[in-house]
Structures are given as structure tokens and as C-alpha cells.
């Protein structure tokens, strides 16, 4: 589902993590963080931006396993 948010919101917006900008990820409805040491990917419900770390998904491709 396309993500339809008002790119002067998105501009403003920085991952609450890393306070990185996002790239919009339609596929997946999410916002994902620019950096790429960050990296994480934040959900988009009805059209409405999760900031939260708890929600974020992470999509760094590393194999670690700990914790
Ligand atoms: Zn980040």
C-alpha cells in the first residue's frame, strides 16, 4: 500500500533513534532510516507515521543473534 504522506511532514521527520531522514518504502508502508548503520523501519498506519523504537523493524541484513 503506497504511503501518502505530506512531504513537508516527512521533511521534518527524523528516525527517533539516530535523528537520520527517511526514505518512504511503499511496499512495505513504512519509513525506513537513511542511516545506514541505523537502519531501522518504522510502520505506516493509515497514512500516519510509528515513530517508535519498539515498533521499528530492523532492516540491516547482519546475521547477528545475540541477545
Ligand atoms: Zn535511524
Known sequence: MAVNLDPDLLSILVCPKC???FRVDDEASELVCTNASCGLAYP???DI???LIDEARDTRETASTEG
Do not use: F, G, K, N
Request: no cysteine; aromatic share 0%.
Open 49 to 51: 507515521p510509528v515513530l
Open 44 to 46: 505506516v498506519r493509515d
Open 19 to 21: 535523528r537520520s531522514e
